[in-house]
């Protein structure tokens, strides 16, 4: 991740700079594109399981899907 925004959801969940995201409930994600389709595919309140790569260890992750800030 490049950021965490404050008090979202992924830093609710724990999620923290610099971690790469690989997996989406089971599913190898291979590109930032295919993350956010997978993301775009579920509603806000869903509830997801990321693993991620952090300090060359994984690491799952549970976080319930929020609203994406607009850019």
């Known amino acids: 991740l490049v950021e965490v925004t404050?008090?979202?959801p992924?830093?609710?969940?724990?999620?923290k700079k610099g971690d790469i995201i690989f997996q989406l409930n089971?599913?190898?994600?291979?590109?930032?594109t295919a993350f956010t389709k997978?993301?775009?595919a579920r509603q806000v309140?869903?509830?997801m399981?990321?693993?991620v790569s952090r300090d060359k260890k994984?690491?799952?992750?549970?976080?319930?899907?929020?609203?994406?800030?607009k850019r």
């Open 6 to 8: 404050a008090d979202g």
């Open 10 to 15: 992924a830093d609710k969940a724990g999620l």
């Open 26 to 32: 089971g599913k190898t994600i291979h590109s930032y």
């Open 38 to 40: 997978e993301l775009d």
């Open 45 to 47: 309140g869903d509830k």
């Open 49 to 51: 399981k990321l693993t």
């Open 58 to 69: 994984d690491v799952q992750i549970e976080l319930v899907l929020g609203e994406r800030p």
